[in-house]
């Protein structure tokens, strides 16, 4: 498991997101409303992957987050 912790989260166009992530968890601004979205980078948790996303509880938004340990960041994917 990649440590997450002090990453950078960034959008398809790697613009950045305010987001805090600490251990396995990280909550991120909703790229839509601004809501804060929490996912686990835990297996078969909320957040974890396209098939197990967050939801936003303001615009029902779907992502998931994926981590890119060479650039140290935290990678956002808009399920469609």
């Known amino acids: 498991m990649a440590k997450i912790t002090d990453f950078h989260c960034v959008d398809k166009n790697d613009q950045p ?3 805090d992530a600490f251990g ?3 909550a991120f601004a909703c790229p839509n ?3 804060p979205i929490l996912a ?3 297996e078969n948790q909320r957040g974890f992957n396209a098939s197990n996303p ?3 509880r303001s615009c029902d938004l779907r992502g ?3 981590v890119d340990a060479a650039k140290e960041r ?3 994917h808009i399920v469609q």
């Open 17 to 19: 997101i305010p987001a």
């Open 24 to 26: 396995n968890n990280a």
């Open 33 to 35: 409303c601004g809501q």
């Open 40 to 42: 686990i980078m835990l």
């Open 54 to 56: 967050s939801i936003c």
């Open 64 to 66: 998931w987050l994926s």
């Open 74 to 76: 935290l990678q956002l």
